[in-house]
T-cell receptor, first 114, second 112 residues
Framework: ETGVTQTPRHLVMGMTNKKSLKCEQHLGHNAMYWYKQSAKKPLELMFVYNFKEQTENNSVPSRFSPECPNSSHLFLHLHTLQPEDSALYLC?????????????FGPGTRLTVL | KQEVTQIPAALSVPEGENLVLNCSFTDSAIYNLQWFRQDPGKGLTSLLLIQSSQREQTSGRLNASLDKSSGRSTLYIAASQPGDSATYLCAVVSGGSYIPTFGRGTSLIVHP
């Protein structure tokens, strides 16, 4: 595996379900990001982790819970989501310095909340 | 709050044309600006990164310029090809916050 990978690529869940998105980067980077891309808005930054420490939470509702066990893996735990949370969720990584370095993106997880 | 605007929202051109995509931002105190392309249903591919101290960057048929004082960046695509069809996004990282702000993108179609 190379670059940034995300699983699953597609996910359909009900509002009462609990699921997790996974991201893994194989680039030796130190910063990882979660973004949300919905049809009606520009790409929105959700969370930033730098050296496994969360450095940014962009006013994201608590039904989204990130986890970064090490600098190569990032999870987004989902629970009691709403239909408006349906979107493409993108993970990215950079060498270091949240936002300051070139970012590399994964293919995304297409999430549909019923 | 930084705001990023991309014009035009959509563009359809015949193969071979030279193109200019525009990105404007409201706060000139930026750290860097990055151009991406996104194919339908896919993630973003980094094209060019311009640091705030730079005026332009080039990669193959692509050239990106940055004018901080006027709050503008342009992406120039030379001799466009059907494979260039995609959505092009610019992202501005503001100095201090280091939070990237994205534009809505320009959807480009290059037809044979």
């Amino acid at each position: 595996e190379t670059g940034v990978t995300q699983t699953p690529r597609h996910l359909v869940m009900g509002m009462t379900n609990k699921k997790s998105l996974k991201c893994e980067q194989h680039l030796g980077h130190n910063a990882m990001y979660w973004y949300k891309q919905s049809a009606k808005k520009p790409l929105e930054l959700m969370f930033v982790y730098n050296f496994k420490e969360q450095t940014e939470n962009n006013s994201v509702p608590s039904r989204f819970s990130p986890e970064c066990p090490n600098s190569s893996h990032l999870f987004l735990h989902l629970h009691t989501l709403q239909p408006e949370d349906s979107a493409l969720y993108l993970c990215a990584s950079s060498q270091g310095g949240a936002g300051g370095d070139e970012q590399f993106f994964g293919p995304g997880t297409r999430l549909t909340v019923l | 709050k930084q705001e990023v605007t991309q014009i035009p929202a959509a563009l359809s051109v015949p193969e071979g044309e030279n193109l200019v995509l525009n990105c404007s931002f409201t706060d000139s105190a930026i750290y860097n600006l990055q151009w991406f392309r996104q194919d339908p249903g896919k993630g973003l591919t980094s094209l060019l990164l311009i640091q705030s101290s730079q005026r332009e960057q080039t990669s193959g048929r692509l050239n990106a310029s940055l004018d901080k004082s006027s709050g503008r960046s342009t992406l120039y695509i030379a001799a466009s090809q059907p494979g260039d069809s995609a959505t092009y996004l610019c992202a501005v990282v503001s100095g201090g916050s280091y939070i990237p702000t994205f534009g809505r993108g320009t959807s480009l179609i290059v037809h044979p």
